[in-house]
């Protein structure tokens, strides 16, 4: 019996109707194990992976091999973005065992859960070197039935290994300029001067380790830094990465030049980006990042907000084509007679050299992603927008496609900061009106009555899974940034409760974090990665969060959290430093301060804009008046006008310069 009709993940539900006898993730499942004294297959994915649908299609729904799998197994189906804490324990498992990890992850337990068989994508047929399907589940039934004592050594081998794998975090204090240094060495060294971003293909893009370019030129004024910065996201929007028809970002491009990307369009990439090109703007003044961070934010309006207020997780790589085929990118290519049924034979011709159209195409089968090529020379901007309406209206008339529904809280919260900001520089506030229907939609389902963050959700239902640490860190950041946008207090105060539990639930000893809760379902080892991957780490995250809020409130127990945990990033910033981008942006704001900015006056007004568009790494800023104001905010105490007008206090560590009512020399003193 397959029991995953009516879980809250889509990507669960995708597999309800297979014939394999999917069990969720769950204590029953492995009883069930333990009771037919057979191993657990765990299968791990998420909605929008490309190769988890093609093996899915292949082998799990397939009846001949479903029938195997039932008689031999019990089959778990995961969802990687509900259970991250799950996924992460077995993808180091997998990748210490075969030096490589992704997406599907297929690992055989024991009925303890304990993995001694690993991969990743297995094909129907032998395939280059690759066993089969089937014969990697007759080879482990085999080992099951005859090698067991094999088995079991192998498993405890591996849990032994993992439970045995110390975290070193540092310990011995903050990063300081040597590491930040060491840190911006090591990028530049990687750093691709041809094309931008780090690294060769496929190429990620780096918003986390563009945020600490950025922050790092705010403080030191490095040019090489912001330079860096600026070509990187000059190149991501000129690029196939990016949707020139309906704006945000795909996943990663396939490529070192950007031209060719894995569709899949990922929430908390956009939300990311969105903010990256907001700051870019901020601190450029480029008309292009503010196209780029409006057209993102737009997309995720339009493209990822459910009913309910919240975002969805991701629009999938795959969509029917013209024959009906289930193919990648299906939905935004292009081929030169396409361009022509649309545009006619004059338009047409202009949008292939303005697209890089080509008539042997740049993906498959002739087909092209757009993309503005460098040698495009000089465009009529009238007419770009005239034939990019009219791309994207037929586009529109193409299958869509799919959308996974469910909201997780963690990006959730990233994509709360990076609307209330966008909305606030570029005087949108239907921007920021929505990170705070997301905001509510958080904290009325996703807190609910148990006080306690839940990972997800779907169509306003909380999901069964605990909040992991990221979403309290991402969601405690995109709640400080909603409560400078708004001057509502009470942001604040959500996002000091959240920064609570993680003080009391996530800290251990000499300030490593963990990534669940001390109370939460304990598997064969506590999940504790402190390195930024697509996303900001639980570990930093956190760091970032704790630190803004110390500055909001004078906390000594935030701070002092904050700065242990970023012992993590003395240790890694030298080494890695693009695997620690968002833990270096947040060492930037520890070193500048971070300075606290508040406003005395009218939220909204001249210098609450100005504070807000101060370019000091990590200043948080608080706006109000009237006597409420203190009560609202701690750093708007005793904060009084002078000569009766709006007056802004710039202060480090509650030492403050003198109160200026002239947003001139605001501007200045935040390096405005």
Same mark, same amino acid.
């Given at each position: 019996?397959?029991?995953?009709?009516?879980?809250?993940?889509?990507?669960?539900?995708?597999? /309800?109707?297979?014939? @394999?006898?999917?069990?969720?993730?769950?204590?029953?499942?492995?009883?069930?194990?333990?009771?037919?004294?057979?191993?657990?297959?765990?299968?791990?994915?998420?909605?929008?992976?490309?190769?988890?649908?093609?093996?899915?299609?292949?082998?799990?729904?397939?009846?001949?091999?479903?029938?195997?799998?039932?008689?031999?197994?019990?089959?778990?189906?995961?969802?990687? #973005?509900?259970?991250?804490?799950?996924?992460?324990?077995?993808?180091?498992?997998?990748?210490? /065992?075969?030096?490589?990890?992704?997406?599907?992850?297929?690992?055989?337990?024991?009925?303890?859960?304990?993995?001694?068989?690993?991969?990743?994508?297995?094909?129907?047929?032998?395939?280059?070197?690759?066993?089969?399907?089937?014969?990697?589940?007759?080879?482990?039934?085999?080992?099951?039935?005859?090698?067991?004592?094999?088995?079991?050594?192998?498993?405890? &081998?591996?849990?032994?290994?993992?439970?045995?794998?110390?975290?070193?975090?540092?310990?011995?204090?903050?990063?300081?300029?040597?590491?930040? +240094?060491? /840190?911006?060495?090591?990028?530049?060294?990687?750093?691709?001067?041809?094309?931008?971003?780090?690294?060769?293909?496929?190429?990620?893009?780096?918003?986390?380790?563009?945020?600490?370019?950025?922050?790092?030129?705010?403080?030191?004024?490095? #040019?090489?830094?912001?330079?860096?910065?600026?070509?990187?996201?000059?190149?991501?929007?000129?690029?196939?990465?990016?949707?020139?028809?309906?704006?945000?970002?795909?996943?990663?491009?396939?490529?070192?030049?950007?031209?060719?990307?894995?569709?899949?369009?990922?929430?908390? =990439?956009?939300?990311?980006?969105?903010?990256?090109?907001?700051?870019?703007?901020?601190?450029?003044?480029?008309?292009?990042?503010?196209?780029?961070?409006? %057209?993102?934010? =737009?997309?995720?309006?339009?493209?990822?907000?459910?009913?309910?207020?919240?975002?969805?997780?991701?629009?999938?790589?795959?969509?029917?084509?013209?024959?009906?085929?289930?193919?990648?990118? +299906?939905?935004?290519?292009?081929?030169?007679?396409?361009?022509?049924?649309?545009?006619?034979?004059?338009?047409?011709?202009?949008?292939?050299?303005?697209?890089?159209? !080509?008539?042997?195409?740049?993906?498959?089968?002739?087909?092209?992603?757009?993309?503005?090529?460098?040698?495009?020379?000089?465009?009529?901007?009238?007419?770009?927008?005239?034939?990019?309406?009219?791309?994207?209206?037929?586009?529109?008339?193409?299958?869509?496609?799919?959308?996974? =529904?469910? @909201?997780?809280?963690?990006?959730?919260?990233?994509?709360?900061?990076?609307?209330? %900001?966008?909305?606030?520089?570029?005087? &949108?506030?239907?921007?920021?009106?929505?990170? !705070?229907?997301?905001?509510?939609?958080?904290?009325?389902?996703?807190?609910?009555?148990?006080?306690?963050?839940?990972?997800?959700?779907?169509?306003?239902?909380?999901?069964?899974?605990?909040?992991?640490?990221?979403?309290?860190?991402?969601?405690?950041?995109?709640?400080?940034?909603?409560?400078?946008?708004?001057?509502?207090?009470?942001?604040?105060?959500?996002?000091?409760?959240?920064?609570?539990?993680?003080?009391?639930?996530?800290?251990? %000893?000499?300030?490593?974090?963990?990534? !669940?809760?001390?109370?939460?379902?304990?598997?064969?080892?506590?999940?504790?990665?402190?390195?930024?991957?697509?996303?900001?780490?639980?570990?930093?995250?956190?760091?970032?969060?704790?630190?803004?809020?110390?500055?909001?409130?004078?906390?000594?127990?935030?701070?002092? +959290?904050?700065?242990?945990?970023?012992?993590?990033?003395?240790?890694?910033?030298?080494?890695?430093?693009?695997?620690?981008?968002?833990?270096?942006?947040?060492?930037?704001?520890?070193?500048?301060?971070?300075?606290?900015?508040?406003?005395?006056?009218?939220?909204?007004?001249?210098?609450?804009?100005?504070?807000?568009?101060?370019?000091?790494?990590?200043?948080?800023?608080? /706006?109000?008046?009237?006597?409420?104001?203190?009560?609202?905010?701690?750093?708007?105490?005793?904060?009084?006008?002078?000569?009766?007008?709006?007056?802004?206090? @710039?202060?480090?560590?509650?030492?403050?310069?003198?109160?200026?009512?002239?947003?001139? %020399?605001?501007?200045?003193?935040?390096?405005?």
């Amino acid at each position: 019996m397959n029991r995953l009709a009516g879980v809250t993940s889509p990507y669960l539900l995708q597999h /309800a109707d297979n014939p @394999v006898d999917w069990w969720p993730w769950a204590p029953e499942a492995f009883e069930e194990a333990r009771r037919r004294d057979v191993p657990v297959l765990l299968s791990v994915g998420y909605s929008a992976c490309h190769w988890c649908h093609v093996m899915a299609h292949e082998s799990f729904e397939d009846d001949e091999t479903a029938a195997y799998l039932n008689a031999h197994f019990v089959p778990v189906k995961v969802d990687r #973005e509900e259970r991250p804490d799950v996924d992460a324990v077995y993808m180091e498992a997998v990748q210490a /065992a075969t030096g490589h990890g992704g997406w599907p992850m297929t690992v055989f337990l024991t009925p303890d859960a304990e993995p001694f068989y690993f991969g990743t994508y297995f094909p129907p047929e032998p395939r280059h070197g690759s066993p089969s399907f089937q014969q990697v589940l007759e080879g482990v039934t085999t080992a099951w039935t005859d090698r067991r004592e094999e088995v079991a050594e192998v498993a405890g &081998r591996i849990v032994a290994d993992l439970a045995g794998r110390s975290l070193v975090h540092g310990g011995d204090g903050v990063p300081g300029e040597s590491e930040v +240094a060491q /840190a911006l060495l090591g990028l530049t060294r990687e750093y691709d001067e041809q094309h931008g971003g780090f690294g060769g293909a496929p190429k990620f893009p780096p918003a986390m380790a563009v945020e600490f370019l950025l922050r790092h030129h705010a403080r030191t004024g490095a #040019e090489g830094a912001l330079q860096m910065a600026a070509d990187t996201c000059t190149a991501m929007a000129r690029g196939g990465i990016y949707d020139q028809l309906g704006g945000g970002f795909a996943r990663y491009s396939v490529d070192r030049e950007w031209i060719v990307p894995h569709f899949e369009k990922m929430l908390y =990439d956009n939300a990311l980006l969105c903010r990256v090109y907001a700051h870019l703007w901020r601190a450029t003044g480029s008309d292009e990042a503010r196209r780029i961070a409006l %057209e993102t934010a =737009d997309f995720m309006v339009r493209e990822l907000r459910t009913a309910e207020g919240g975002f969805a997780s991701a629009l999938d790589a795959d969509s029917e084509d013209a024959e009906g085929r289930h193919v990648e990118g +299906a939905y935004y290519v292009w081929t030169p007679e396409q361009l022509r049924d649309v545009l006619g034979e004059d338009d047409a011709a202009f949008a292939a050299a303005c697209f890089g159209v !080509t008539e042997e195409g740049t993906f498959e089968e002739g087909a092209s992603v757009l993309r503005l090529p460098g040698d495009a020379g000089p465009v009529d901007a009238a007419r770009v927008a005239g034939v990019r309406a009219r791309l994207l209206a037929a586009r529109d008339e193409r299958p869509h496609p799919g959308r996974d =529904d469910k @909201v997780v809280a963690a990006w959730n919260g990233l994509a709360i900061a990076a609307l209330a %900001e966008t909305g606030a520089y570029f005087d &949108r506030p239907d921007l920021v009106e929505r990170a !705070t229907e997301a905001a509510d939609l958080l904290v009325r389902v996703h807190l609910g009555e148990v006080a306690r963050l839940t990972r997800t959700s779907k169509d306003g239902r909380a999901g069964d899974n605990a909040g992991v640490l990221e979403d309290y860190g991402d969601v405690a950041e995109g709640f400080l940034a909603l409560a400078a946008v708004t001057g509502e207090g009470a942001w604040l105060e959500f996002a000091g409760f959240l920064l609570d539990i993680v003080l009391e639930q996530f800290t251990g %000893e000499g300030g490593q974090l963990f990534d !669940t809760a001390h109370d939460a379902e304990q598997l064969i080892r506590r999940p504790q990665d402190p390195t930024d991957s697509a996303t900001p780490s639980g570990w930093t995250a956190a760091a970032g969060a704790l630190l803004s809020y110390a500055a909001y409130t004078g906390s000594e127990p935030h701070r002092t +959290a904050a700065e242990g945990a970023l012992g993590v990033v003395k240790a890694l910033g030298p080494r890695v430093p693009r695997f620690v981008g968002w833990g270096l942006a947040v060492a930037e704001a520890l070193l500048d301060g971070p300075r606290e900015v508040a406003v005395a006056g009218p939220v909204g007004g001249e210098l609450h804009r100005t504070a807000l568009l101060g370019r000091a790494p990590g200043a948080v800023v608080a /706006a109000g008046e009237g006597p409420g104001a203190g009560a609202e905010f701690p750093l708007l105490v005793h904060r009084p006008l002078v000569g009766g007008e709006p007056t802004a206090y @710039v202060c480090r560590h509650f030492v403050c310069d003198a109160p200026t009512t002239d947003a001139g %020399e605001l501007a200045d003193k935040l390096g405005g």
